[in-house]
Nanobody
Framework: VQLQASGGGLVQAGGSLRLSCAASGRTFSTYHTGWSRQEPGKEREFVAV????????KYADSVKGRFTISRESSKNAVYLQMNSLKPEDTADYYCHAEVPRSWGFSSYWGRGTQVTVSS
């Protein structure tokens, strides 16, 4: 699975951004997709995930109620709508695919897109 994230940028606190991730290389409906983020010098942290049918989502407590993950099968794309952004949301954001295997999941990661929230 190949993934390409886009949509990052600089925004003021309280503003919004929409991240997009284009997926290719495997039938889109066969895997779950998600977003994680990483600040410099810190470990990558989970942000949100959506299952392969698009019917179930899960969020980190820190973004619940502010971020919305969605996917569009016709475009092989997954999105992260980020509202009410805070300076602590500043990070590189990565989309990833989780392919179910008999023993668990195989994870595929794209390059990050940078989000900077100014106070």
């Amino acid at each position: 699975v190949q993934l390409q994230a886009s949509g990052g940028g600089l925004v003021q606190a309280g503003g919004s951004l929409r991240l997009s991730c284009a997926a290719s290389g495997r039938t889109f409906s066969t895997y779950h997709t998600g977003w994680s983020r990483q600040e410099p010098g810190k470990e990558r942290e989970f942000v949100a995930v959506i299952n392969r049918s698009g019917g179930s989502t899960k969020y980190a407590d820190s973004v619940k109620g502010r971020f919305t993950i969605s996917r569009e099968s016709s475009k092989n794309a997954v999105y992260l709508q980020m509202n009410s952004l805070k300076p602590e949301d500043t990070a590189d954001y990565y989309c990833h695919a989780e392919v179910p295997r008999s023993w668990g999941f195989s994870s595929y990661w794209g390059r990050g897109t940078q989000v900077t929230v100014s106070s």
